[in-house]
Every structure is written in structure tokens, then in C-alpha cells.
């Protein structure tokens, strides 16, 4: 690190920051172009500006030079002056009132405290303004950060504080926040959309009248928390999902979208998109900056001005709701050299590409799609994402799987992912907790080296759940296939063996540095004489974070300073208070202790009504004569009642001091230890993204068990000329569908089975679950082809090279579209993109629109669909359909079906094979609440206009469609769409004490399985298991609906027995307690919960015989289970 004084301020900047950085306002790009202004929705002017240039040499350059800086700050003060026009809040728009936009902070120098002359706050404030003109920037002062003028508005606006004197008008806006509170506001600010730069004071002693130096400390992003001083806390610092920066851009393959993550200096480039999924990339895409190519500008119909006709009103609308910057060039260069101007990163700076191949890989999920399924959460629509995994996995992974869903995989990458999730829910041993961190939290705190002591131990509990995957063998072979979707993740390639070499390297090498738990040889300083708060507050910042061997000089340093302090106290204040209580009455005297001032960090004598008055010259008022008052830091006196001596102060110093060099021995060590690991950021950010989708992985597979899913067939096309079987011998086949918002371990869900080798249209009344059945098939094709667990009995999954669902449509009033219009757009869009690879499903076509039409554009869709031979399903009440001349050749015509149930037809949510032309409009109506003199005369109306051909279609309704009331499928819901319903090593003691009780249990219980086989003439069972599940381990998923008997070894050695049909959620319950978080569990599987009551009552009754302490032994004297028939049945069955 190098200082660096410009001027007064004193800037801190990295070795290989150059010093253009420093003194330059803005970068110096290579090729200078025309930079675009902002847009506005509404733009009254439109300002066009050069590049600044440096001229070095003659006056008149100098001035061209001053010119051009006017010039590019007066574009940033009309960004700044858009943001405040969006101010709400009276107090901040009475503070815009007094601002003056001639310079970046908007201060008038005519008010009071605006003086701008150069050497004050102000000027040096503007000076760091100007490096970064479009961050808020807070400035350091005392124990407050401050900001002036536009920066104070936005600080009032968006993070409710309050300005500084009030509202008064003769002074410029200021506003600030105490230190304890910079996070907060920070955190304020940038979910606003926010950037901030801020400004810290160096730290030390400075000369009277002598203003302290200041520098840039670091940023804080929307997506990017500032992190200066987080090496020296003794907390964790929640770091949010990063937000990168996106560019959109046209080109003849379609729309491309490019994200560029600062954090990770990483972008990915996105091409050939259509507009629908590139709507639904942006909609599940919090960017901290949207950047628009100028290709954009030119729509299909040829016009100049973008989203007038036809394509691109969708993306314009999603668009307009944003900010964002207009660009040009080349899309790649010019969006990376943005990003660095935004972010204040130097050319040098390389930005590495993760771009995933799209080869054999589906398209991602339209926009309709995902919403109508749920991957976007979407009001109305059961929420796919809520069903795939179990309550408590949330964060990264659940975030993991929702781009899964959005972006499916490659095909053999989706086959990994299956081959894993089966191997996960058959393994019997104990799974780690798969620590979860976020990459950009690693490399952002690696980088700047302000990773502290926690952060490290949740590295090497990483490196550690990676190595204990690898080191058993059930594990590795998971671990193995997580390999690749890894590196899909992630763009990185790591070898398994490089992984768990560098993974064990890395973890050894922080666990000779960082304190780890369990380890008590830093306790805090303790003395009779001195409060104990005084030594917990002075030494808890920096004992307990590295290990001790790497500080005894400190240690010892420490250690004798603290004795001498007591020694002092000892000798200059305990003698007095002995005489106060002895001498001086006990009611309304003088009164003296030794107290603790926490606000100035030091140990005084506090006399309450007390004076240091000496009556003789004895020893004893000799130490009262020493007394003097105490000072604070500025040299003031604190109070009337504090009192010191000079020895004991000397003390204090001489504590702070040798305090102050073991902390910054600590610092020292930690950010060695984080420039040492961010050679090896490859490989944590590979480690940390692998536990994410194990964890991901291991969650879905818990909660698909619990549902009764499935894994499907995955194939892969390969196409026959036998138009019979589009897509292989098997085509997509489901056996036992039910919707996946139904929990069908629950029951109440109908179960749908059917063969599909070509195009379906489907017909059905209302509320017949045509609906539901088409999301029902989206859900489990998706789900199938991510290589995930479906809502079925058995399936057979295509790979689809594109899943399209396209439910319903609204009009558009902001495109100006009508809902026909927007529906019509949709269709298009699926039409062109649909192969025969693909699974197009379309509910309920054409309905926006007049009937006959409506019905030849629908016909249209089908013969096109049929043509290009996908699998799919168009679903219709446009009867007409099927008297018109369609040349189709593989369309088979489907049914929802219904039965008549006391003179009433009912839908059964079934599907059949036939055409159903019945509508049930008018019950449908009815069971609505529609009033009833209503629907007789529109039954009137209808038997008037349409009575012969009701009679017509009514015959082939009861043909085709209804059932026999035998075939009734019982407790079906009444609405099909409304849902009813390496591990850390354990102390030596307690792997004896598991040792001993598996033992122990495995000899009480098979002595007594093998006299209930015996009694109920079975063979013998096979030998009893116990699994250990470590402190810091889980279940595996196989215990989901499994009878089990388990012990709890708690902290104590004490044991907790019991049974349950749910061990992760008994264990989640057991730890939730005070105490429990490290106990560790033995569990074996049992045939059935009678067996597993029984087994729990012998070994609560049976472990104390042989000298174990049980917690429940009251447990055992009222239980008596198994000795019904019930448990011989339990036995045979298993």
C-alpha cells in the first residue's frame, strides 16, 4: 500500500492502483466516442458530450481542458437532478429548494457553511465527489458521516434520517448518521439503487488546528456491502445476492443479454433470445445498472423509435420501468469499460468469461412459462419453487434451483443431476451440513483482506464438508458427478483430485492459524480489584481469533501490563475506599469504588461526594494526596467524581499499548492469511458453489420423498423417420400424474396417466382441469429434464430442446396491446422457436377474439404445430375447429372427462381419449353465484339460437366423455387449482461415549428381535446398524418416512432416547434448544413405528442397567408397545 498526499488530503490506495486513478476525475479510455446521455421517458432536452482529454502544455489547452470537466460534471448533475425530482418526502423537498447545480455537490456557497474555498471540509469533499460523480458520498467526521448538499437530499429521501440544524433556510442541506449506524444507512441506500463512495479519517494523533487526512476507504453497491474494517469485528456481515451490471443488444440470431459481476470480475454473454425469455432473465434479475445497445432502436417493422410496432413492446415496457444508459460498439468491450467507469477500476483489469455454451442445452424458460408454472413467483399461481424443496432450505440453494428451472441443463449435465439425486435418497450414512457461503462474500473479503476470524471458520467448514464428502465412500461418488454442474455454475474447471488436494492444503493451512472452537487457552484477564467488563471489552478484540502460539510475546506483554494495572489500582485506590468505609458514616457521607468507564476506556476511583482533602501526614492521606481528577483524550476533565493517580495511568497506557500491538499482530496475521488464500479463490469459489447445489440436491431429495415423487426416464432424441414415433420408441409417457401444488403424500390429488407420441388438442367443460393439466405437464417435463424428482407414479422425459406453455394473456395498456394482441405476439413466438424437439402446450387458443376467426387462426396453429411434429397439447372451447378441413396427419384428439351424479354432469379432472363439445357454462355459472333468473333466460337464449346443434353435441358429449359413476375417482378436491393442504471432530469423550452406546443398544435390541422372530416364526433379521450423525451433521435423506429409534448424546453425556417417522425434523427440533446445537445422534431403521415404540421402551428401560444416564427414564414406565398383532403383520411386511 502506498500513501499518497494531494493537496490535503491523504489518499490510501493499492500498490497497483496508478496514480491517473488518484488525480483523474474519470478513467482515460482508449478509443473515445461520444458518451449517451441518460434516458428519460420524456426527455425535454438531449445533451451530447466529448470524452474529457488531458492537455499538458500550453495555457490555452489547460483551458479547452477546464471547459470539457464543466462539461462532463454538468452531465452528471442532470442525472442528479432526475433522481431528486422522484424526492417525496416534505423535508427533502424543502432541502432540494436550497440547492445550487453548479458544481457535483449542489452546494450554494451563498448560504451558510457552503463556503467552497479551497482547504475546507467542503472543498476536499468535492475533490473526492469528482472521482466517483454518481455516488453518494459520507465523509468521516468525529463520530458521524456526514454528506452535503445533494448527497444529504438523498440521504433524507431514502434513508430516513434526519437533516442536520433542522430545516432552516439560511444554511445547505446536511445530513449524516452516527458511526454504529453506517451499515444501515448504507444498507438503505443501495436497495434504493444507490451507490455510495465513503471517506474514512486516518486513524492516530494529529496536531492542534491541524485537520485530519482522509481517504476513499471503499464502496458500497447495490449487491456489493462495503467491507473496510470487517477484519476487526467479531460478527458475520450478511452479504446480499451480487447484482451485476446487464447490457441488451439485437442482432440477427435474436436478442443477447450480457451480465457483468463486478464482485467476481466475471460476464457471460447470452445470444440468440427471444424476447420472452429474455423478459424473464430481467425479471428474476435485480441489476445494479441497466445498459441498452442502440441496435435496439431499430424494431422489425423498420421504424426508428423502438417498441412502435410489433416486437419489442414487451421488452420496452420492462425496460421503461427502469433506469438505464443508452451504449454503442462493440457490445462486449464497450459494457466491461462501462462497468469499470462505474465501478472506478482501472483499465488493467481483467474481467474473465463464464459464458456457458448453449449447445444441446433447452432454451430458457419464456416469460409465460415461468410464471404460469410458478418458477417466478406470480400471485394466483402455485409456486413451483415453494414444493421443491423442504421449508428450511432457503438462501443460495433455493436461489440454485430457481435458475436451474430458468435455464435448464445440457443433457448429460441433467443426467449427473439425476444420478446424484438417486444416489442421495438410497445412502444410509450421516451427511455433512453443507456450510453455505456466498462466492462474491469469499473473493470481495479475500480481495481487500478484510476477512475476519469467522469468516475463516466458515471457509474451512466448507473445505472441510468438501473433504468429508470425498472421504466416504458413499459421498464420493456423489461428489464425483457434482463435479460437472459445478463447473456449469461456476465456469471453472477443477480437477476432483486437485479439488481435495488444494481443499485439505487450504483447510490445514487456516487451522494453524485461526482459533477454532473448543479451544481455551486465550480466556480473558480476570482480577479481584478490577471490573471484569473493563478486561472482556479491552481484549475481547482480538483474543480468541488466531492461535495463541503465534502471539506469546503479546500474550506475555499483556499479561504483565494487566498485573501492573492491578497491582496499581491495588496500591493507589483500594487503601482509600478501606478508609471511607471505615471512617466516613454510612448514611449521606462519602462514598468511593472502583468503577469502569467504558466510554473512555479506563479503570478510575469514583467518590461520590468525596474530596481528595488531606488532615494529616500519615501514609495513608499521602495516597489520597496523589489523587487527581480525571482527563479525557482532549485533556478535559470528566467529571467531579472520577479520580486517578499518575501511577495508575501510566498503567492504563502501558495495558492499551501492549493491547493495542497484540491487535494489530492479529490484523497483521489475518490479512496475510487472506492474501494467502486469494491464490487460491479458484478453488473456494468451486468448493463453496458445489456445497450450494449438494445442499440444493440433498433438500429436494428429502422433500420429493416426503411427496411420494419420482425419478422419470430421461431420453435422449433421436429422431425416426416413422412419423409414429416422433421422439424415439417412447415419446413422453406419465403414469400417475397429479399437479404439483397437490401433496400427494397427503392424498386428494387426481392422478392422470397417458402416452404421448404427437400433438394433443384437447377439449373440456369448465373447470375441468384443462388448465391445471397443462401446468401439471410443464411442472414435470421441466422438472424431468433439470434431472429432478417429478409428481408421479413413473414417467418417460424427452430432453426438450425447449418447454413453452402459454395459459392465458392480459391487454398491455402500456404497449398499447390488446390482450388478442399480446396472446398473438405469444403465439409467434412459439411457432417460430418450436422443432421437433419441443413441448409446446397452449391453453384455451384464440379466445380474445371473434369466434369464426378466432377458430381458423387456431386451426392454423395446430396444422403448423403438426407440421413441424413437437409434442404438446392445445386445449380449445372453440368447437368449430373440428368442422373445419385441417390437413393434419398426427393430432389426437383428447378429453377432460365428466359423470352424471344425481341428474348433474361432473367434471372427474380425468383425461380421456374423444372431443368433448359441453361446456358446462351455465352450472359453472351457477355454483359462481351467478344470480339465477340470469342464467334461465340465457339457457332460453340458447336453446332459441342453438337447439339443434345443442342436441347434436350433447349426444356426442355423453358418447365421448361421460363415465360410468364406478369408475368415480374418490377424494378428489372440489377445485382442482386450489391447494388444500468433514464434519467437525467431535470431543474425545464423546466418541467413547457413542462408541459405547451402540454397543450397548446393538445387544439389547437384536436380543430381542430375535425373540420376537422367534415368537412369530419368521427367519432371523439382519444385523442391526447404527449410524452416528456428528455435531455438526444430518440425516440422510433415506430416513424420510422411515420408523427409527435414535439416541441424543447430549453435551453432558447424558442420553435422550426416542422414535420417530421423521429424524431430520426430530433432530432440527432437538438442536433448536439452549445447549443442543453440538449434540450428536445414533439412529438405526426399524420395520415399522410398533417395532420402533417397542424398541424405545427396552432401551430407555434397559441402558441405565449398564451405567448410562437417561433424561426420559420416565418415558419407559408407561409405554408398552409391541405386543400386538400389529407388530407380527409389521415383521412379515418387512
Given at each position: 500500500m502506498y500513501w499518497l498526499t494531494a493537496r490535503n488530503a491523504v489518499v490510501l490506495v493499492h500498490r497497483w492502483r496508478s496514480l491517473s486513478f488518484i488525480f483523474s476525475p474519470s478513467l482515460c479510455r482508449p478509443s473515445p466516442t461520444a458518451a449517451s446521455p441518460r434516458h428519460t421517458r420524456q426527455p425535454?432536452?438531449?445533451?451530447?458530450?466529448?470524452?474529457?482529454?488531458?492537455?499538458?502544455?500550453?495555457?490555452?489547452?489547460?483551458?479547452?481542458?477546464?471547459?470539457?470537466?464543466?462539461?462532463?460534471?454538468?452531465?452528471?448533475?442532470?442525472?442528479?437532478?432526475?433522481?431528486?425530482?422522484?424526492?417525496?418526502?416534505?423535508?427533502?423537498?424543502?432541502?432540494?429548494?436550497?440547492?445550487?447545480?453548479?458544481?457535483?455537490?449542489?452546494?450554494?456557497?451563498?448560504?451558510?457553511?457552503g463556503s467552497l474555498k479551497e482547504g475546507n471540509l467542503n472543498c476536499e469533499m468535492l475533490q473526492f465527489k469528482s472521482k466517483f460523480p454518481r455516488e453518494v458520498l459520507l465523509c468521516r467526521v468525529g463520530d458521524f458521516y456526514e454528506a452535503i448538499g445533494i448527497d444529504a437530499c438523498i440521504?433524507?429521501?431514502?434513508?430516513?434520517?434526519?437533516?442536520?440544524?433542522?430545516?432552516?433556510?439560511?444554511?445547505?442541506?446536511?445530513?449524516?448518521c452516527p458511526v454504529v449506524n453506517l451499515r444501515q444507512t448504507l444498507d438503505d441506500l443501495t436497495r434504493n439503487g444507490f451507490s455510495v463512495s465513503i471517506v474514512e479519517e486516518v486513524q492516530g494523533p494529529t496536531h492542534?488546528?491541524?485537520?485530519?487526512?482522509?481517504?476513499?476507504?471503499?464502496?458500497?453497491?447495490?449487491?456489493?456491502?462495503?467491507?473496510?474494517?470487517?477484519?476487526?469485528?467479531?460478527?458475520?456481515?450478511?452479504?446480499?445476492?451480487?447484482?451485476?451490471?446487464?447490457?441488451?443488444?439485437?442482432?440477427?440470431?435474436?436478442?443477447?443479454?450480457?451480465?457483468?459481476?463486478?464482485?467476481?470480475?466475471?460476464?457471460?454473454?447470452?445470444?440468440?433470445?427471444?424476447e420472452e425469455a429474455l423478459v424473464a432473465k430481467l425479471r428474476t434479475c435485480r441489476c445494479h445498472h441497466l445498459f441498452l445497445h442502440t441496435s435496439l432502436r431499430n424494431s422489425s417493422s423498420g421504424t426508428c423509435r423502438w417498441g412502435e410496432f410489433g416486437e419489442g413492446g414487451l421488452l420496452w415496457g420492462e425496460c421503461n420501468a427502469r433506469q438505464f444508459d443508452w451504449f454503442n460498439g462493440d457490445r462486449v468491450n464497450e459494457l466491461l469499460y462501462k462497468v469499470k467507469e462505474l465501478y472506478g477500476l482501472e483499465d488493467n483489469i481483467?474481467?474473465?468469461?463464464?459464458?456457458?455454451?448453449?449447445?444441446?442445452?433447452?432454451?430458457?424458460?419464456?416469460?409465460?412459462?415461468?410464471?404460469?408454472?410458478?418458477?417466478?413467483?406470480?400471485?394466483?399461481?402455485?409456486?413451483?419453487?415453494?414444493?421443491?424443496?423442504?421449508?428450511?432450505?432457503?438462501?443460495?440453494?433455493i436461489m440454485y434451483i430457481r435458475d436451474l428451472l430458468l435455464n435448464p441443463p445440457?443433457?448429460?449435465?441433467?443426467?449427473?443431476?439425476?444420478?446424484?439425486?438417486?444416489?442421495?435418497?438410497?445412502?444410509?450414512?450421516?451427511?455433512?451440513?453443507?456450510?453455505?457461503?456466498?462466492?462474491?462474500?469469499?473473493?470481495?473479503?479475500?480481495?481487500?483482506?478484510?476477512?475476519?476470524?469467522?469468516?475463516?471458520?466458515?471457509?474451512?467448514?466448507?473445505?472441510?464438508?468438501?473433504?468429508?464428502?470425498?472421504?466416504?465412500s458413499e459421498l464420493r461418488e456423489i461428489l464425483t458427478l457434482l463435479m460437472d454442474p459445478t463447473w456449469v455454475a461456476t465456469g471453472l474447471k477443477v480437477e476432483l483430485e486437485t479439488l481435495v488436494s488444494e481443499c485439505r492444503s487450504v483447510s490445514s493451512r487456516i487451522g494453524e492459524i485461526i482459533s477454532l472452537d473448543g479451544e481455551s487457552d486465550q480466556k480473558i484477564t480476570s482480577s479481584t480489584t478490577i471490573p471484569n467488563e473493563f478486561y472482556e471489552d479491552m481484549e475481547s478484540s482480538w483474543k480468541g481469533r488466531v492461535k495463541r502460539i503465534h502471539l506469546e510475546e503479546e500474550f506475555a506483554e499483556v499479561d504483565e501490563a494487566a498485573k501492573a494495572l492491578s497491582l496499581a489500582i491495588k496500591e493507589d485506590f483500594i487503601p482509600i475506599i478501606s478508609r471511607i468505609k471505615a471512617v466516613m458514616a454510612p448514611l449521606g457521607g462519602p462514598k468511593g469504588e472502583i468503577l469502569y468507564a467504558r466510554e473512555h476506556e479506563a479503570v478510575w476511583f469514583k467518590g461520590k461526594r468525596f474530596a481528595p482533602i488531606v488532615h494529616s501526614d500519615s501514609q495513608l492521606e499521602e495516597k489520597i494526596k496523589h489523587l487527581r481528577p480525571a482527563i479525557d483524550s482532549k485533556g478535559k476533565k470528566v467529571g467531579e467524581e472520577w479520580f486517578t493517580t499518575i501511577k495508575v495511568e501510566d498503567a492504563l497506557t502501558r495495558y492499551h499499548e501492549a493491547g493495542d500491538r497484540a491487535k494489530r499482530k492479529v490484523l497483521e496475521l489475518l490479512r496475510e492469511l487472506s492474501a494467502e488464500l486469494q491464490t487460491k479463490i479458484n478453488v473456494l469459489v468451486f468448493a463453496s458453489m458445489l456445497l450450494v447445489i449438494a445442499k440444493a440436491l440433498f433438500g429436494h431429495v428429502s422433500e420429493g420423498r416426503r411427496r411420494k415423487w419420482v425419478f422419470p426416464t430421461l431420453t435422449h432424441h433421436h429422431n425416426s423417420e416413422d412419423t409414429k414415433t416422433l421422439h424415439g420408441a417412447e415419446g413422453m409417457k406419465f403414469i400417475g400424474l397429479s399437479p404439483y401444488w397437490f401433496d400427494a403424500a397427503q392424498g386428494g390429488a387426481v392422478r392422470n396417466t397417458f402416452d404421448m407420441k404427437s400433438l394433443f388438442l384437447l377439449t373440456g367443460p369448465n373447470g375441468g382441469g384443462k388448465s391445471s393439466l397443462l401446468r401439471s405437464i410443464c411442472a414435470a417435463a421441466l422438472l424431468g429434464i433439470c434431472g429432478l424428482m417429478i409428481p408421479a407414479e413413473s414417467a418417460i422425459i424427452p430432453h426438450f430442446d425447449a418447454i413453452m406453455l402459454h395459459v392465458k394473456s392480459y391487454d398491455s395498456p402500456a404497449d398499447g396491446k390488446s390482450s388478442f394482441q399480446v396472446e398473438m405476439s405469444e403465439i409467434r413466438s412459439i411457432i417460430t422457436r418450436a422443432t421437433s424437439k419441443s413441448l409446446v402446450l397452449i391453453d384455451e387458443i384464440c379466445r380474445g377474439t371473434e369466434t369464426a376467426k378466432g377458430t381458423c387462426i387456431a386451426g392454423g396453429v395446430i396444422e403448423t404445430l403438426d407440421a413441424v411434429s413437437c409434442l404438446g397439447i392445445v386445449s380449445t372451447h372453440l368447437h368449430g375447429i373440428f368442422d373445419l378441413p385441417?390437413?393434419?396427419?398426427?393430432?389426437?384428439?383428447?378429453?377432460?372427462?365428466?359423470?352424471h351424479v344425481?341428474?348433474?354432469?361432473?367434471?372427474?379432472?380425468?383425461?380421456?381419449?374423444?372431443?368433448?363439445?359441453?361446456?358446462?357454462?351455465?352450472?359453472?355459472?351457477?355454483?359462481?353465484g351467478v344470480p339465477r333468473e340470469l342464467i334461465e333466460r340465457a339457457k332460453e337464449l340458447y336453446a332459441a339460437v342453438y337447439a339443434t346443434d345443442s342436441l347434436r353435441r350433447d349426444e356426442r358429449f355423453s358418447a365421448s366423455t361421460v363415465v360410468e359413476t364406478s369408475n368415480m375417482v374418490t377424494n378428489r378436491p372440489s377445485h382442482p387449482e386450489m391447494e388444500i393442504s468433514p464434519s467437525v471432530k467431535c470431543v474425545r469423550s464423546a466418541e467413547t461415549l457413542s462408541e459405547q452406546v451402540e454397543k450397548a443398544v446393538i445387544s439389547i435390541c437384536e436380543e430381542s428381535l430375535m425373540e420376537l422372530y422367534k415368537k412369530h416364526h419368521l427367519l432371523e433379521p439382519s444385523p442391526l446398524r447404527c449410524v452416528l450423525i456428528g455435531a455438526k451433521e444430518q440425516p440422510p435423506p433415506s430416513t424420510i418416512g422411515a420408523s427409527s429409534v435414535y439416541i441424543m448424546l447430549r453435551p453432558d453425556r447424558k442420553l435422550y432416547i426416542g422414535e420417530t417417522d421423521d429424524l431430520q425434523g426430530?433432530?432440527?427440533?432437538?438442536?433448536?434448544?439452549?445447549?443442543?446445537?453440538?449434540?450428536?445422534?445414533?439412529?438405526?431403521?426399524?420395520?415399522?413405528?410398533?417395532?420402533?415404540c417397542q424398541m424405545e421402551t427396552l432401551l430407555i428401560n434397559q441402558l441405565p442397567a449398564q451405567g448410562f444416564q437417561i433424561t426420559n427414564l420416565a418415558d419407559g414406565k408407561h409405554r408398552n408397545f409391541g405386543t400386538s398383532d400389529v407388530l407380527g403383520s409389521e415383521l412379515m411386511i418387512r
Open positions: 425535454s432536452h438531449i445533451f451530447c458530450f466529448k470524452e474529457r482529454k488531458h492537455y499538458t502544455k500550453t495555457s490555452k489547452k489547460l483551458k479547452e481542458s477546464k471547459i470539457s470537466f464543466e462539461d462532463k460534471d454538468y452531465a452528471h448533475i442532470i442525472w442528479w437532478k432526475e433522481k431528486l425530482e422522484m424526492c417525496r418526502k416534505p423535508s427533502s423537498v424543502l432541502l432540494v429548494k436550497r440547492l445550487a447545480f453548479t458544481n457535483l455537490l449542489g452546494v450554494d456557497s451563498t448560504l451558510k457553511n440521504l433524507v429521501e431514502y434513508a430516513g434520517l434526519n437533516p442536520f440544524g433542522g430545516l432552516r433556510s439560511d444554511s445547505i442541506p446536511r445530513a449524516g492542534a488546528r491541524t485537520r485530519k487526512s482522509r481517504f476513499i476507504s471503499g464502496h458500497a453497491h447495490p449487491g456489493s456491502p462495503y467491507v473496510f474494517g470487517l477484519v476487526e469485528d467479531n460478527h458475520d456481515l450478511d452479504f446480499p445476492d451480487p447484482m451485476p451490471v446487464v447490457g441488451i443488444s439485437r442482432s440477427a440470431k435474436g436478442y443477447c443479454m450480457l451480465s457483468v459481476l463486478e464482485t467476481m470480475k466475471t460476464y457471460s454473454v447470452e445470444d440468440n433470445l427471444t481483467t474481467f474473465r468469461n463464464v459464458t456457458v455454451a448453449p449447445e444441446n442445452r433447452p432454451s430458457p424458460l419464456y416469460l409465460g412459462t415461468a410464471t404460469q408454472i410458478g418458477a417466478i413467483p406470480t400471485e394466483g399461481i402455485p409456486c413451483l419453487l415453494r414444493v421443491l424443496l423442504p421449508p428450511s432450505c432457503v438462501g443460495l440453494p445440457a443433457y448429460e449435465i441433467a443426467s449427473k443431476v439425476q444420478e446424484a439425486c438417486k444416489l442421495m435418497s438410497n445412502i444410509t450414512c450421516s451427511i455433512p451440513e453443507f456450510t453455505c457461503v456466498p462466492s462474491a462474500k469469499l473473493v470481495k473479503l479475500l480481495e481487500l483482506r478484510e476477512t475476519n476470524h469467522i469468516e475463516f471458520c466458515k471457509i474451512k467448514s466448507v473445505l472441510d464438508d468438501t473433504i468429508q464428502l470425498y472421504s466416504n385441417l390437413k393434419t396427419k398426427n393430432v389426437v384428439f383428447k378429453a377432460m372427462g365428466a359423470e344425481n341428474n348433474q354432469t361432473m367434471p372427474t379432472w380425468k383425461l380421456i381419449d374423444g372431443v368433448c363439445r359441453e361446456s358446462l357454462a351455465f352450472e359453472t355459472a351457477q355454483r359462481e426430530r433432530i432440527r427440533t432437538h438442536r433448536s434448544k439452549e445447549g443442543m446445537q453440538k449434540a450428536s445422534f445414533l439412529y438405526m431403521l426399524v420395520a415399522g413405528k410398533s417395532l420402533a
